[in-house]
């Protein structure tokens, strides 16, 4: 596997700071969060030790992920304005440094859980890893407008790893769990790649908004927010949660179903199609935090 070539100046020495954002910090807040809530949803009792190990392996590999990303993307990043700064594209750091640390944390994270853990959660979390690298970021990304919609699965998987790691087993919570932040995926970041869409085109990604135009991308938005609230709802009718998480999650899935609404209704140039577009993409990171905190609470409280 090789990422293409990279025009970029030699690589100044690179600090703590260089490696850290190789990890994408923010995206990984997301992720162990997602997992933490999988693993302390589980109707189990697990020590703190293995609790916090299985999280931070949880985080290491989101962070291998990331590293290895941008190893194989630095072609493209040099090209779009959000992306210009990171390490590779910026000169920081060159590419054999951030292949070896990417690789480095991947394995160190899936032996570490496999050893201290148990090997569902090792084997979930390989896959995961192994999913965006090759899946989304080698095969999907440069090749198809769906690249975000399959390579989705890479980011809902840690609520399955964090039930693992505290049960051993996967059940139908988890699963529910997993299709939601699969379906969330597609929304949230077509309604960030709607506003950023001159960067994909600058950088010849094809992503939906720059193949299909901005209309097409926004009543795809509103129609994976459907399925998504669907899956939302559900464990609630299916008893596998209690009125405190039904109730929370019919309100908050029915506010993004309306402002994905209001984005598929945007015009094409229009001034408020912007603002409706950053609405959602804003509102979504709040949803599944909320969604994620508020199933924790739910089976905490009322268990």
Not at 131 to 138: D, N, P, Q, R
Request: proline residues 7%.
């Amino acid at each position: 596997m090789s990422s293409p070539a990279v025009p970029m100046s030699p690589a100044l020495p690179a600090d703590w700071r260089d490696f850290l954002a190789l990890t994408k910090p923010r995206v990984m807040t997301l992720v162990v969060f997602t997992g933490l809530c999988g693993l302390l949803a589980a109707p189990v009792h697990i020590h703190p030790v293995i609790a916090f190990t299985a999280i931070l392996c949880i985080a290491i590999g989101a962070g291998a992920s990331g590293a290895l990303n941008m190893w194989y993307e630095a072609d493209l990043d040099v090209h779009m304005k959000r992306t210009q700064n990171r390490p590779l594209p910026a000169g920081r750091m060159d590419r054999q440094s951030a292949l070896h640390f990417g690789v480095a944390l991947a394995v160190g994270s899936v032996l570490t859980m496999g050893l201290a853990v148990n090997l569902l959660a090792a084997a979930i979390l390989a896959v995961s890893i192994l999913f965006y690298v090759l899946v989304y970021t080698v095969w999907l990304k440069r090749r198809t407008p769906q690249n975000i919609v399959i390579g989705g699965a890479a980011g809902a998987f840690p609520p399955l790893i964090g039930w693992a790691a505290a049960t051993g087993q996967i059940s139908l919570l988890p699963v529910l769990l997993f299709a939601l932040v699969f379906l969330w995926t597609p929304p949230h970041f077509w309604a960030l790649s709607l506003f950023v869409r001159s960067d994909y085109a600058a950088a010849g990604v094809p992503m939906l908004p720059v193949v299909a135009g901005a209309g097409a991308t926004r009543r795809q938005v509103f129609l994976y927010s459907l399925p998504m609230a669907a899956a939302a709802i559900l464990p609630w009718p299916l008893g596998l949660t209690n009125i405190l998480y039904g109730v929370a999650s019919i309100l908050l899935s029915g506010w993004f179903v309306l402002l994905a609404a209001r984005v598929a209704r945007s015009r094409e140039a229009d001034q408020a199609a912007m603002k409706a577009e950053r609405a959602l993409f804003k509102y979504s990171v709040l949803y599944l935090f909320a969604i994620f905190g508020i199933l924790v609470a739910d089976r905490v409280l009322l268990a």
